[in-house]
């Protein structure tokens, strides 16, 4: 459950670097340059996540501090959008990351994680 999360996350985030990409062929972008590091940003974590859903399939012991910083990170992010003019965007990322957050630290998921 928590790996399809965290897997949920990384294909959420190369739907975001589809977005970019469309939005620098098709719209043009005032900063291509710009546009192209954030996609290719985005891309990196993706990867990373995903690497992350994979060790989380595998018990590596490695990867709660990763896992723990990237949801930390989305909460910091989806946490102002509640509040602004996106809540389905702030609800996207806060539901999986505080789901995340509290199944790192279950106690079985801790015993299979420190082994």
Known sequence: MLAALVALEAVL???????LVHGLLVQGAAAPVAAVA?????AVFAAAVALCARGLLQRA???????????VLQLAAGWPALGG???????L??????????????PPVSAQLSR
């Open 61 to 71: 012991t490695w990867v709660r501090s990763p896992v723990l910083v990237w949801q």
């Open 38 to 42: 954030l996609a290719a940003t985005t």
């Open 85 to 91: 003019g996106s809540p389905w965007l702030g609800v």
């Open 93 to 106: 990322l806060v539901v999986p990351a505080v789901l995340v957050l509290v199944g790192l630290f279950l």
């Open 13 to 19: 985030l190369v739907g975001g670097v589809a977005y």
